[in-house]
């Protein structure tokens, strides 16, 4: 078994020393058997108490990273307040016992040039003897490492569970902004490296050496200078982080400023099969989304159902389109007709702003009474017809007009339901006897689809909305593999409109390569991220080029790829150097080349090492390669039993033994990753908070190619206590924060959540301050963030609530010294407020973080073997295994693969370990239990499911008429008035009710509700019937239906 890490005061220190050495925590030895060889790490210097660094509108604050204890109580965890005055004030804890010590990391130097190294740096070398000056570590927006210094004994250092890496972002923008240089570039002429800031150069000749090859190079005269001083001019001399403007012999005059962009198109591919209500919401979305978009960008609309509207803007006050039709991929001869015709299908904004709001406001709802999933949309063949306007006539090629948008072109996909027409679709219905092929022809398409966008620089989005599932595996395979992102919503409402709009202003270059090279000591073994393996064909190479080189699908500030590395050998030499070549267009035109180089000490004591390990990034990296294995629902709880086997074996290899005693202590120096390990176990991505496969799948898509603050948010959420006066203190996100007379924020990523507590809701002047401060700190720390999450917000013991608690560590249960050493805002408390806390919680059976540390046991590994290969790139997070390096042997397993049958011996096409929602869908259709219904979200209950009701009720009723309750019944409506009073009760499900407006074809004067819940209909009545203490007990039970429009996808007889 194993004690937690605890925490303690954080130091004023920055090499992580505390002023108390308490006893770690332990964790018992056992043989751990972990998938050892291929762990995926992904690292980013992460904003802990470790290395503080500024707060910015993703990621907001930064937590610290805690000092264990055992055999005493532990201190409280330090947090630090932001460097940048935000919307709405921060302050620290009020028990925070020390001012928090920033780094010399924590800042940028304020001489000239600027640097940005992630590790230790140093200025301009000489080959006869040069000075060094290091530069603090973790400061490479663009580059973030595991650790900042290396260990140098190879088997301490491949140690899978912990592993070295590092995340790198090739489209992320710099505070201060590289250093740019309008030239070519010096590179060795051996394997390709740039010249940098660690070349040692012989400045009588201008040669200079490079550090990976140790090749010496010619600069033609260029380096050659009096001093070594001089040489500070050249920026690739002086600075980590350059960029080149590759001019070359293509475009010898062009040099690139603001006004030269030429926009991208953005057409718009939308659903025309909307029933009213979220055809209303879409609208307004659409409104907003041609009022934000800039004047000169270039839009083009397509409406899609069974056939494919293609508007034209010809006419200034006129929607018209030309219609395609949607069954079979449109012929060259329809493409022609339509690119030569005289139609205008992608139009400057400021010349067809007024169209498109005619477009967007003639919109009309679906008429034929056919249920949302059996619509026929024609989704395939509309992109087909977007990526023909986009790319245009090819004749302009031959007349020496070369069409060069700045960036990727975009198809923004609004779709609100499954393409079940036309090529790539799927038929209506999961129990359609060819289903299972008919997918995979489908998802096979859509990929081929995606590719071929992706050649012609154009990057495809999905936004998908409403109640009705959008067939998400076949789906996904179009915007992976083009560069883009399929995102679901709830409606077409606040947050959809919100990411349509940055779905579209948000920059991307085109034409990526990522080139990594690393000292002869580092081997790349893995590397995941929205990219591929470059072909040798597509880049430029050399004679002894040893780089991993990654096609980049597109370049985004959003996205980063996790690199994976380990020691070939032993290392001998006190330095190893890590080269990062970002090549790739960019939107305004222009051939980058950022050149990012890097170097890290070695060390031999692996307590040194262990200091520098950023834990933050370790868990992000960690994250990544768990969740890369994690495929299926059965992958993913296999991963659960991996995260334990994972934190014992770094606790076995990096910890110390108990004297007399089996046990192990965790390292005190990585203390603060179990704790996000736990919340990664336990969250949506591994855990169940998640209804819906497809949720998983595409919260997984999305996680594996974010950048490491998305990630770090969507591992562990960031937890806020509205304070008097505006201000907010960040605390643990544990249920001790769910005090009454406060109002809480939670951060979670993808989703963000409002609660406030069921004291301060009561006082309506205080709440309303409150939910107008946490609204403000919400939109400011995602202003930035794609996708924008959702912004929820809810009162204590409401329905709703249930997504807050879920994400929150159960610390309720623990001891109160525990309590306190996690949670150190409990002290402030009175032993009044603190009772009052502990009586509101209601007993569950997940583990507290303290609980499941300790009840690690060396139990054998169940999940899968997965060795990789000693590299591959995974291919949009989770597609084809494409091996690199030369002849591999293959690992974990040998012999063929064994195919999986396409029907099991029950007449199931999928089982319950490949899809679980699939399978349990047809396990209760095929079970006979159920069968769909025509309205979304509502099913028959044959007579197997009715017998089980029927056996339920039966012993539910003769139980309660024990207790002497008498059933009866109300009436199905509920008038507003009742509603109204009762508006704290069900205002957690306000937006879930349904009104009837109706009777006939006439309006009804005053709506009527559709019962949420029973309490609303049965408690006025009790007014009316108890008279006194005569009529005491009433007891009354009614069976029947209550009605709430959920907008998630519904599951049969699981709530």
């Given at each position: 078994m194993a004690t937690p890490p605890q925490a303690s005061p954080g130091a004023p220190n920055s090499d992580k020393k505390s002023p108390m050495t308490p006893a770690p925590p332990t964790i018992s030895p056992g043989a751990p058997r972990f998938t050892p060889p291929n762990l995926q790490q992904d690292q980013m210097a992460s904003p802990s108490v470790k290395n503080p660094i500024m707060l910015s509108p993703e990621n907001g604050v930064k937590t610290g990273s805690p000092v264990p204890h055992l055999s005493t109580p532990p201190g409280p965890p330090v947090f630090t307040s932001p460097v940048r005055p935000a919307a709405v004030p921060f302050r620290t804890s009020p028990a925070?016992?020390?001012?928090?010590?920033?780094?010399?990391?924590?800042?940028?130097?304020?001489?000239?040039?600027?640097?940005?190294?992630?590790?230790?740096?140093?200025?301009?070398?000489?080959?006869?003897?040069?000075?060094?000056?290091?530069?603090?570590?973790?400061?490479?927006?663009?580059?973030?490492?595991?650790?900042?210094?290396?260990?140098?004994?190879?088997?301490?250092?491949?140690?899978?569970?912990?592993?070295?890496?590092?995340?790198?972002?090739?489209?992320?923008?710099?505070?201060?902004?590289?250093?740019?240089?309008?030239?070519?570039?010096?590179?060795?002429?051996?394997?390709?490296?740039?010249?940098?800031?660690?070349?040692?150069?012989?400045?009588?000749?201008?040669?200079?050496?490079?550090?990976?090859?140790?090749?010496?190079?010619?600069?033609?005269?260029?380096?050659?200078?009096?001093s070594k001083e001089e040489l500070r001019n050249f920026p690739e001399l002086s600075s980590p982080l350059v960029d080149f403007i590759q001019t070359g012999n293509k475009r010898p005059s062009f040099v690139p400023v603001t006004d030269s962009r030429t926009s991208a198109p953005v057409v718009l591919v939308i659903d025309e099969c909307l029933d009213e209500a979220h055809l209303q919401h879409l609208q307004s979305s659409l409104h907003a989304f041609v009022d934000s978009v800039p004047p000169t960008t270039r839009i083009g609309i397509i409406l899609y159902g069974s056939t494919v509207s293609v508007y034209d803007f010809t006419e200034e006050s006129i929607a018209s389109a030309d219609v395609i039709p949607g069954g079979t991929s449109p012929t060259q001869e329809t493409l022609k007709g339509l690119i030569y015709g005289t139609g205008i299908y992608?139009?400057?904004?400021?010349?067809?702003?007024?169209?498109?709001?005619?477009?967007?406001?003639?919109?009309?709802?679906?008429?034929?009474?056919?249920?949302?999933?059996?619509?026929?949309?024609?989704?395939?063949?509309?992109?087909?017809?977007?990526?023909?306007?986009?790319?245009?006539?090819?004749?302009?090629?031959?007349?020496?007009?070369?069409?060069?948008?700045?960036?990727?072109?975009?198809?923004?996909?609004?779709?609100?339901?499954?393409?079940?027409?036309?090529?790539?679709?799927?038929?209506?219905s999961y129990t359609h006897p060819n289903y299972p092929h008919r997918e995979k022809t489908a998802i096979k398409w859509m990929e081929r689809l995606g590719r071929e966008a992706h050649q012609h620089n154009i990057v495809v989005d999905i936004l998908c909305a409403g109640t009705c599932p959008v067939r998400v595996p076949v789906l996904q395979?179009?915007?992976?593999?083009?560069?883009?992102?399929?995102?679901?919503?709830?409606?077409?409402?606040?947050?959809?409109?919100?990411?349509?709009?940055?779905?579209?202003?948000?920059?991307?270059?085109?034409?990526?390569?990522?080139?990594?090279?690393?000292?002869?000591?580092?081997?790349?073994?893995?590397?995941?991220?929205?990219?591929?393996?470059?072909?040798?064909?597509?880049?430029?190479?050399?004679?002894?080029?040893?780089?991993?080189?990654?096609?980049?699908?597109?370049?985004?500030?959003?996205?980063?790829?996790s690199i994976s590395m380990q020691n070939k050998h032993d290392i001998k030499s006190d330095y190893v150097y890590f080269q990062f070549a970002i090549q790739y267009s960019n939107v305004y035109q222009a051939d980058i080349a950022r050149v990012i180089t890097i170097r890290l000490p070695t060390v031999d004591s692996v307590s040194a090492y262990l200091q520098s390990v950023q834990d933050e990034v370790a868990a992000v990296i960690i994250a990544k390669r768990t969740l890369l294995q994690a495929k299926s629902y059965s992958d993913a709880i296999d991963m659960q039993t991996t995260i334990d086997e994972r934190v014992k074996d770094i606790a076995s290899k990096f910890g110390s033994q108990v004297p007399k005693s089996k046990l192990y202590r965790f390292p005190k120096e990585i203390s603060l990753l179990p704790e996000l390990l736990f919340h990664l176990r336990r969250g949506p991505l591994l855990g169940s908070i998640v209804g819906h496969e497809d949720e998983r799948s595409v919260l997984r898509n999305l996680f594996l190619n974010a950048s490491f603050d998305l990630s770090l948010r969507m591992i562990a959420p960031r937890c806020l206590m509205h304070r008097e006066g505006g201000t907010f203190e960040e605390l643990p996100a544990y249920d001790l924060a769910m005090q009454s007379d406060t109002a809480v924020v939670l951060d979670h990523g993808t989703d963000v959540f409002i609660w406030l507590g069921a004291e301060l809701a009561a006082d309506e002047g205080r709440s309303a301050a409150a939910l107008a401060a946490c609204r403000t700190l919400a939109e400011e720390l995602t202003e930035l963030r794609f996708p924008a999450p959702r912004i929820l917000a809810f009162k204590e013991g409401s329905s709703q609530a249930r997504y807050f608690v879920s994400r929150l560590i159960p610390a309720h249960k623990d001891p109160p010294y525990e309590q306190e050493a996690r949670f150190p805002q409990l002290r402030s408390l009175t032993s009044e407020q603190r009772t009052k806390l502990k009586s509101s919680f209601i007993h569950f059976d997940d583990l507290s973080f303290c609980e499941w540390?300790?009840?690690?046991?060396?139990?054998?590994?169940?999940?899968?073997?997965?060795?990789?290969?000693?590299?591959?790139?995974?291919?949009?997070?989770?597609?084809?295994?494409k091996k690199g390096g030369g002849e591999q042997k293959k690992a974990g397993g040998g012999g063929k693969k064994k195919e999986v049958k396409k029907e099991t011996g029950l007449g199931l096409s999928f089982t319950k370990d490949e899809n679980f929602g699939e399978w349990y869908s047809e396990v209760v259709v095929n079970g006979e239990m159920i069968e769909y219904y025509d309205i979304s979200g509502c099913y028959i209950l044959r007579p197997w499911a009715m017998s089980i009701w029927e056996n339920m009720q039966t012993f539910f009723d003769a139980e309660i008429k024990k207790m002497k309750v008498k059933n009866c019944y109300f009436p199905l409506f509920v008038s507003p008035g009742v509603l109204q009073k009762e508006k704290d009760h069900i205002e957690g499900f306000a937006p879930e009710v349904a009104w009837v407006t109706k009777s006939g074809e006439s309006d009804l004067e005053v709506p009527i509700a559709i019962r949420p819940t029973s309490e609303t209909v049965m408690y006025p009545y009790y007014s009316k019937w108890i008279r006194g203490h005569r009529d005491l007990p009433l007891k009354l039970n009614q069976w029947c239906n209550v009605v709430r429009w959920e907008f998630s996808n519904p599951t049969p007889f699981i709530r």
């Amino acid at each position: 078994m194993a004690t937690p890490p605890q925490a303690s005061p954080g130091a004023p220190n920055s090499d992580k020393k505390s002023p108390m050495t308490p006893a770690p925590p332990t964790i018992s030895p056992g043989a751990p058997r972990f998938t050892p060889p291929n762990l995926q790490q992904d690292q980013m210097a992460s904003p802990s108490v470790k290395n503080p660094i500024m707060l910015s509108p993703e990621n907001g604050v930064k937590t610290g990273s805690p000092v264990p204890h055992l055999s005493t109580p532990p201190g409280p965890p330090v947090f630090t307040s932001p460097v940048r005055p935000a919307a709405v004030p921060f302050r620290t804890s009020p028990a925070t016992p020390q001012p928090v010590a920033f780094s010399s990391g924590s800042s940028l130097p304020t001489s000239s040039p600027p640097h940005f190294p992630n590790g230790s740096a140093e200025l301009q070398q000489q080959l006869p003897g040069a000075t060094e000056e290091s530069m603090p570590a973790g400061e490479s927006p663009c580059v973030l490492f595991s650790a900042h210094k290396l260990l140098k004994h190879k088997k301490l250092a491949n140690v899978p569970s912990l592993g070295f890496g590092v995340l790198v972002s090739p489209g992320r923008e710099t505070s201060t902004g590289p250093q740019v240089i309008h030239r070519d570039p010096h590179r060795c002429h051996n394997c390709g490296a740039y010249s940098n800031l660690y070349s040692n150069i012989l400045i009588g000749s201008g040669q200079w050496q490079c550090v990976i090859c140790r090749n010496l190079n010619g600069s033609e005269g260029e380096y050659i200078a009096s001093s070594k001083e001089e040489l500070r001019n050249f920026p690739e001399l002086s600075s980590p982080l350059v960029d080149f403007i590759q001019t070359g012999n293509k475009r010898p005059s062009f040099v690139p400023v603001t006004d030269s962009r030429t926009s991208a198109p953005v057409v718009l591919v939308i659903d025309e099969c909307l029933d009213e209500a979220h055809l209303q919401h879409l609208q307004s979305s659409l409104h907003a989304f041609v009022d934000s978009v800039p004047p000169t960008t270039r839009i083009g609309i397509i409406l899609y159902g069974s056939t494919v509207s293609v508007y034209d803007f010809t006419e200034e006050s006129i929607a018209s389109a030309d219609v395609i039709p949607g069954g079979t991929s449109p012929t060259q001869e329809t493409l022609k007709g339509l690119i030569y015709g005289t139609g205008i299908y992608l139009s400057p904004m400021h010349a067809s702003k007024e169209v498109a709001h005619l477009i967007f406001s003639s919109l009309r709802p679906y008429k034929l009474n056919v249920p949302e999933v059996s619509r026929d949309r024609c989704l395939g063949t509309a992109v087909e017809v977007a990526m023909a306007i986009i790319q245009g006539p090819s004749v302009d090629m031959s007349r020496g007009v070369v069409k060069r948008p700045g960036g990727n072109s975009r198809i923004i996909v609004c779709a609100g339901g499954p393409n079940t027409y036309g090529p790539g679709s799927v038929p209506h219905s999961y129990t359609h006897p060819n289903y299972p092929h008919r997918e995979k022809t489908a998802i096979k398409w859509m990929e081929r689809l995606g590719r071929e966008a992706h050649q012609h620089n154009i990057v495809v989005d999905i936004l998908c909305a409403g109640t009705c599932p959008v067939r998400v595996p076949v789906l996904q395979p179009l915007a992976n593999a083009s560069g883009g992102v399929l995102v679901l919503h709830d409606d077409f409402g606040e947050t959809f409109g919100v990411n349509l709009q940055r779905a579209s202003a948000r920059a991307a270059g085109s034409h990526g390569l990522l080139e990594i090279r690393c000292s002869d000591d580092i081997l790349v073994t893995q590397v995941v991220g929205p990219g591929e393996e470059a072909n040798i064909d597509t880049h430029e190479t050399f004679k002894n080029d040893m780089a991993v080189s990654i096609q980049m699908l597109s370049v985004e500030e959003t996205q980063c790829f996790s690199i994976s590395m380990q020691n070939k050998h032993d290392i001998k030499s006190d330095y190893v150097y890590f080269q990062f070549a970002i090549q790739y267009s960019n939107v305004y035109q222009a051939d980058i080349a950022r050149v990012i180089t890097i170097r890290l000490p070695t060390v031999d004591s692996v307590s040194a090492y262990l200091q520098s390990v950023q834990d933050e990034v370790a868990a992000v990296i960690i994250a990544k390669r768990t969740l890369l294995q994690a495929k299926s629902y059965s992958d993913a709880i296999d991963m659960q039993t991996t995260i334990d086997e994972r934190v014992k074996d770094i606790a076995s290899k990096f910890g110390s033994q108990v004297p007399k005693s089996k046990l192990y202590r965790f390292p005190k120096e990585i203390s603060l990753l179990p704790e996000l390990l736990f919340h990664l176990r336990r969250g949506p991505l591994l855990g169940s908070i998640v209804g819906h496969e497809d949720e998983r799948s595409v919260l997984r898509n999305l996680f594996l190619n974010a950048s490491f603050d998305l990630s770090l948010r969507m591992i562990a959420p960031r937890c806020l206590m509205h304070r008097e006066g505006g201000t907010f203190e960040e605390l643990p996100a544990y249920d001790l924060a769910m005090q009454s007379d406060t109002a809480v924020v939670l951060d979670h990523g993808t989703d963000v959540f409002i609660w406030l507590g069921a004291e301060l809701a009561a006082d309506e002047g205080r709440s309303a301050a409150a939910l107008a401060a946490c609204r403000t700190l919400a939109e400011e720390l995602t202003e930035l963030r794609f996708p924008a999450p959702r912004i929820l917000a809810f009162k204590e013991g409401s329905s709703q609530a249930r997504y807050f608690v879920s994400r929150l560590i159960p610390a309720h249960k623990d001891p109160p010294y525990e309590q306190e050493a996690r949670f150190p805002q409990l002290r402030s408390l009175t032993s009044e407020q603190r009772t009052k806390l502990k009586s509101s919680f209601i007993h569950f059976d997940d583990l507290s973080f303290c609980e499941w540390i300790r009840g690690l046991k060396a139990n054998k590994l169940k999940s899968k073997s997965n060795h990789l290969p000693p590299f591959f790139v995974e291919h949009m997070a989770g597609g084809e295994q494409k091996k690199g390096g030369g002849e591999q042997k293959k690992a974990g397993g040998g012999g063929k693969k064994k195919e999986v049958k396409k029907e099991t011996g029950l007449g199931l096409s999928f089982t319950k370990d490949e899809n679980f929602g699939e399978w349990y869908s047809e396990v209760v259709v095929n079970g006979e239990m159920i069968e769909y219904y025509d309205i979304s979200g509502c099913y028959i209950l044959r007579p197997w499911a009715m017998s089980i009701w029927e056996n339920m009720q039966t012993f539910f009723d003769a139980e309660i008429k024990k207790m002497k309750v008498k059933n009866c019944y109300f009436p199905l409506f509920v008038s507003p008035g009742v509603l109204q009073k009762e508006k704290d009760h069900i205002e957690g499900f306000a937006p879930e009710v349904a009104w009837v407006t109706k009777s006939g074809e006439s309006d009804l004067e005053v709506p009527i509700a559709i019962r949420p819940t029973s309490e609303t209909v049965m408690y006025p009545y009790y007014s009316k019937w108890i008279r006194g203490h005569r009529d005491l007990p009433l007891k009354l039970n009614q069976w029947c239906n209550v009605v709430r429009w959920e907008f998630s996808n519904p599951t049969p007889f699981i709530r």
